[in-house]
């Protein structure tokens, strides 16, 4: 099955195997004494798999939870969710 046909879940678990496997290699460079730049490249892969993950899950849950809270009246818990994945972001 390609990535156009997967669900969020087989996308969201796929990102993180991605992580999982770049993460196993990281800690193989360090064990090895492997150059540091080269351990740099992996953890950033790392970083953007996870980056990747978190946009998807979050873009899901403005075009379905967020929507729902809308109808619903609960607007403002919406936000103050969604604001304080924002600042965690950008801290």
Do not use: P, W
């Not at 969201?12 to 004494?33: C, F, P, Q, S, W």
């Amino acid at each position: 099955m390609g990535t156009k046909n997967m669900n969020l879940k087989d996308k969201t678990l796929h990102r993180l195997k991605i992580a999982r496997g770049h993460l196993g290699k990281v800690i193989e460079m360090v064990e090895n004494d492997d150059y540091c730049i080269d351990i740099i490249h992996q953890s950033q892969a790392i970083q953007s798999a996870l980056r990747e993950m978190d946009n998807s899950i979050l873009e899901n849950h403005l075009q379905t939870c967020a929507v729902e809270h809308v109808k619903q009246g609960t607007t403002k818990e919406s936000v103050g969710e969604i604001m304080k994945v924002f600042k965690k972001a950008v801290a």
